[in-house]
């Protein structure tokens, strides 16, 4: 597995990582990050070629603070801005950050940020922070875009593959004049890309629809990459906390502390090497059995101060598939609450544990998400820092270790 680092990023792992992990290509003018599933160039104010697997998904993506934005348009800055109509920005300039085992990330000098998660489903986050901003992306050639929401605009390439833009937090999403995609975000809002593969499923259509309602806080993918097991976090707003532990060798514990008291969604995708086997999977919140959800109504139901935490499994079909199986766990409440997702087999009392981050470099790494998202209608589908050299998921219990400041953990066979 490689990892090309972009401009100006330092390795953040050296002696524990092998040689073969990263390399460098770069140029004043722009630099080139390629991952196990993510592609992409960073030129001097836009995030280009995006493509995920081998399919080109976008061709650039660019932002720039609103109030800029129309300053340039000649908008007072309390006047409305139409999105359809926002075919070109003046692109803030790029500033290529840390790059750690599966993300990239980019600072703007609008104030906002780009994170690239080399997932299977090549997400790439652009995070508002302070101050509200404007996304222009330009989808790839002979792609086209459909509004399905304010939030939510789908898209198809020339070859099929599907993807969405989603809003979590305030802001909208729209297709604009020349069949591209333009966001407005506000403060601490996300505008998230994410890749779909050749067919849309059931389940992505829910994922995609729990993030644009402001109901899943984060997805943690516990997966292999490259014959290694690697753990990566996305979050959809700030001030969640998610550390993700092995307490045994079929047992997986996720601790998603949060300062707000209404439940979310936490959505999981994992191999059955980590779980022991996704068809006799349990899950328990804070030590106490959820309950299996038949239905996602029945999810957005639990995290509404329900009785109970639930949980769904939806095993994925494809026998290529990077992750056995999705596991949906609607949490009915916080601050802070202990998930523990188990399959067949014997447990050992050893713990380790590592934490995942999107946001400022801290020792632990920690991953906080807010979620200012806004909601929607709900739908039922009725039944539907640095690494060590730590052991992977194997006979005994596996070791995670820390793979950088982004919260990226990595166990290695």
Do not use: W
């Not at 109509?85 to 003046?90: A, G, L, P, R």
């Not at 992505?204 to 943690?220: C, F, H, Q, S």
């Amino acid at each position: 597995m490689k990892r090309i680092p972009v401009l100006f990023a330092m390795l953040l792992i050296v002696a524990s990582v092998p040689a073969s992990a990263a390399t460098a290509t770069a140029t004043p003018e722009s630099s080139s990050y390629t991952g196990t599933h993510v592609a992409f160039q960073a030129e001097s104010n836009a995030v280009a070629n995006y493509t995920v697997d081998g399919e080109p998904m976008v061709a650039s993506v660019a932002v720039q603070s609103e109030s800029t934005v129309k300053d340039e348009l000649g908008i007072g800055l309390g006047g409305d801005l139409d999105l359809k109509t926002v075919t070109d920005i003046e692109a803030a300039g790029l500033s290529v950050g840390a790059e750690t085992t599966t993300q990239a990330n980019i600072e703007t000098e609008s104030g906002a940020s780009m994170t690239a998660h080399d997932n299977a489903d090549g997400t790439l986050v652009v995070t508002a922070n302070d101050s509200a901003q404007v996304v222009d992306a330009d989808l790839a050639a002979d792609a086209s875009a459909e509004q399905q929401s304010d939030s939510r605009v789908t898209v198809t390439t020339e070859n099929g593959t599907k993807g969405s833009f989603i809003v979590a937090g305030d802001g909208r999403v729209t297709v604009d004049e020349e069949g591209n995609v333009t966001a407005r975000l506000d403060e601490d809002a996300r505008l998230v890309f994410r890749s779909a593969g050749e067919e849309r499923s059931e389940e992505e259509n829910r994922t995609a629809e729990l993030i644009a309602d402001g109901e899943a806080a984060a997805e943690v993918y516990v997966v292999q990459q490259g014959g290694e097991a690697v753990v990566d976090t996305v979050t959809y707003g700030s001030n969640t906390t998610v550390e993700t532990k092995q307490t045994a060798e079929n047992e997986v514990q996720l601790t998603v502390e949060r300062t707000t008291h209404d439940g979310k969604v936490v959505v999981t995708h994992v191999r059955e090497a980590a779980v022991g086997s996704v068809e006799n999977l349990s899950v328990t919140v804070d030590g106490e059995a959820a309950a299996k959800a038949s239905a996602f109504s029945e999810l957005r139901a639990a995290t509404d101060n329900g009785s109970t935490s639930k949980y769904m499994v939806k095993q994925t079909s494809s026998a290529s598939a990077e992750a056995d199986a999705k596991v949906y766990v609607a949490v009915n409440h916080f601050s802070t609450r202990t998930v523990t997702m188990s399959g067949a087999g014997d447990s050992t009392s050893d713990t380790t544990s590592t934490t995942a981050t999107d946001g400022d470099t801290t020792a632990d790494s920690s991953t906080t998400a807010e979620d200012t998202a806004t909601s929607g209608d709900d739908a039922d589908d009725g039944g539907s820092s640095e690494a060590s050299g730590s052991p992977g998921f194997g006979v005994g219990v596996a070791s995670l270790a820390l793979a950088g400041v982004l919260g990226i953990a990595r166990l290695r066979s």
